[in-house]
């Protein structure tokens, strides 16, 4: 305990001594914050000297080993080191697919090249990565995929269509599923893991707009794009595991980040009951039903948040995990596509804006993330996967013949 | 607040769930249910759980009591909750002896509480009447001045284990019009005070309920439990604290009726495989789980806020019993299509959780209304 007050105090006095004084209390939403990457964009520029600063005390990667750009601090230091990030109000140093899902993946699987390759990089911020998993006829049943890797000498020659690669049009490296065994006799038998250079000819990335609008979403054409065969992440033909291991880091994440969203809408103040006061003007237009349905919303947020520190107690106490996380995902995503409704529908006639005149900006907004909601319970496994793999995984209901 | 059950928790719910196997199969709530018994549980039972100590969780060691909290009382309700177990800690520990723990002066608490804890008296709050659903504040039973105590007059419906009841806790308006929050005051009546009629009722789930009428009642001013005027709130704590331990008891009764339906489904054969086979039951359950684990978040956390009685206690039991009322007929409702024919028949045991679950819903306000509550606590 002696030990974290004092890496705590030296933390504190490293960040106030290092973090330049303009971020402090620097907002960044969603999209924005240091993503990284060789078309790194810093708003504002500060967020270069303090990425730099961090990436060299190895705090862009706090829990990572030190040999790869990681600060090789305990998980309880890290905890430490984030909250004194908190209470110094400084925005995260960087941000990613490279720290949240390949880099895990990495440390688990990888090679000691690939981890010398890899890691340092994504701890200095140099590579953006992206995630190639979907195709155009390979959704839900992802181990239809059919993107074709072929041997030729110590190459995979790539062929096919990756679709839903997010900010795919501002990335330099993409983690792909590709089959490199058409013959298998299991279809997840035959799928390898590639991590593949985006700068490689043959490489082309279209952007997707959506129902709501502009999206970082893209689709990522390969052409005869010739990797490395050493860039295979795991065993050739084995990939789906390591696939699936990924998959589990980008639940937790996808659920985090309802999580997060849901207070900062709370504490933002479009809160659902301050919305119904604007629109509805107080205790006159707000009648019974609707009443209810804002209680109903409030109180399963509440109910989730009280299920995710269940969790997170349980951890704390040594127990193993137990089975309520498996709800997160379906659950998060689910309450936000109907919070998200319910916006609109008190904001009535104003909720109905698109872009122009006669529309405020967050009424904008809210409709865009009306929209937007739909693809939440769609992307990172849909809620019918979510409750097959509740059904099976933790209920133990027996396989369809 | 902590989310985890500690080691001595751990303890008391591997006691209670061993008890509950041991003592009360489910045969028995049917034998209690055919037999026509007149008290609607077990007295033998109920001494044992006393012996246990689990009477006194929730009172001060002053009067015999474990001083402990609802957090532990939850625990050994929710796995007595499993098998239906019908004894009246509700009655008798929660709403009764709460509203006297919270409300009383000394020497009401001497004369009833460390009875009530060794199992040998029984305690009930009379507050519902016929009008009054679930507003507490809406009390039409009468409390008149006459001399130097008073005249109670009035009739409470569906009071809780009510015909063993040696005393009621009498919810009465001594001032304003029947649906005035302010005005209430509480009344201790023996329940052999001339004048008290206590006639048994039948309800769905075949459990202790009385119907009882005061006439005319005399009362000493020693009779009051609280400031006169003031048992609005008193009452209101009370049945939060009493509703927490029925969410634990629902906690306990849908995860059976749910465990039971899953292992059917598993077991059952049509078209040549096990029904829990086919999608269209396998989503349905997932949605069951899903819906029990956040009870089981909600109920943890109303129990520890109603213990360290929190700014956010009163807006917590909402949650629990909005969560804990849906989610009980969701599953119980499941439970019995999923059994099919065979979960119509009264034979089977699943019906029995069906109709438990609808009394426990529509018990101390439905989701409807802590919905509601809850929004006005929140101010919009």
Known sequence: MADLDSFRAEAREWLQAHAPASLRGHRVDESGGNWGGRRAVFDPPEMKDWLDAMAERGWTAPGWPRAYGGGGLEPAEAKALGQELAQLELPAPLTG????????????????????????????????????????????????????????????????TK??????????????????????????????????????????VKPIKLISGKSPFCETHFENVRVPVANALGKIDGGWTVAKVLLGHERTMIADVFSGMARLQERGGSALPDLARKYLGGDGGIDSALRERIAQIEMDTRAFHLTVQRTRDAAKAGHQPGPESSLFKVFATELNKRRSELAVTIAGPAGLGWEGPGFDDGELARTRSWLRARGNSIEGGTSEIQLNIIAKRVLGLPDAR | MQLVLTED???????????????????????????????????????????????????????????????????????????????????????????????????????????????????????????????????ATRAERAGDGWRLSGEKIQVLDGTVAHAFVVVAR??????????????????????????????????????????????????????????????????????????????????????????????????????????????????????????????MAAARAVDAEGAEAARLVCLAKARCSDAAIQVANEAIQMHGGIGMSDEHDIGFYLKRARVAELSFGDAAWHRQRWARLGGY
């Not at chain 2, 209670?16 to 018994?37: E, M, T, W, Y």
């Not at chain 2, 001497?110 to 507003?135: H, K, T, V």
């Not at chain 2, 939060?240 to 995860?255: H, I, K, P």
């Not at chain 2, 899953?262 to 096990?274: D, E, S, T, V």
């Open chain 1, 97 to 160: 697919f490279g720290l949240t899902m390949i880099g895990p993946t990495l440390l688990r699987f990888g090679s000691e090249e690939l981890k010398r390759e890899h890691l340092p990089r994504i701890c200095r911020g140099e590579i953006r990565w992206c995630q190639g998993y979907s195709e155009p006829d390979a959704g839900s049943d992802l181990a239809s995929l059919k993107t074709r890797a072929e041997r030729d000498g110590d190459h995979f020659v790539v062929s096919g």
């Open chain 1, 163 to 204: 679709v839903w690669t997010s900010y795919g049009d501002l990335s330099d490296w993409i983690f792909a599923l590709v089959r490199t065994d058409p013959h298998a006799r299991k279809r997840q038998e035959g799928i390898t893991f590639l991590l593949i250079d985006m700068d490689t000819p043959g490489v082309s």
């Open chain 2, 9 to 139: 928790q751990e303890l008391l719910a591997k006691t209670a769930a061993d008890f509950a196997n041991d003592h009360s199969p489910l045969a028995r709530v049917r034998r209690l249910r055919d037999s026509g018994d007149p008290d609607g549980f077990s007295r033998s039972l109920w001494k044992q759980m006393a012996e246990l100590g689990w009477l006194g969780i929730p009172f001060p060691e002053e009067y015999g009591g474990a001083a402990l909290g609802l957090a532990e009382l939850a625990v050994v309700l929710e796995a007595l909750g499993r098998k239906l177990a019908p004894e009246p800690f509700l009655s008798s520990v929660l709403l009764g002896g709460q509203a006297l723990l919270l409300g009383a002066d000394e020497a009401q608490k001497r004369a009833w509480l460390p009875g009530i804890i060794a199992g040998e008296s029984f305690l009930a709050l009379a507050f519902q009447e016929r009008r009054s659903r679930y507003d507490l504040k809406r009390v």
């Open chain 2, 174 to 299: 001594s001032a304003g019009g029947e649906a005035d929050p302010d005005g209430i005051t509480l009344f201790l009546v023996p329940s052999d005070a001339q004048g008290v009629r206590v006639e048994r009722q039948q309800r769905v789930d075949a459990r202790n309920a009385a119907l009882v009428t005061f006439e005319s009642v005399a009362l000493a001013d020693a009779d009051r439990v609280g400031a006169e005027g003031r048992g609005g709130e008193l009452v209101e704590r009370a049945v939060d604290r009493a509703t927490v331990g029925l969410c634990a008891e629902m906690l306990g009764s849908m995860s059976e009726a749910f465990d039971r339906t899953l292992a059917y489904l598993k077991q059952r054969q049509q078209f040549g495989a096990p029904i829990g086979s086919f999608q269209a039951l396998q989503h349905r359950c997932a949605e069951l789980f899903i819906s029990i684990e956040l009870c089981r978040s909600a109920v």
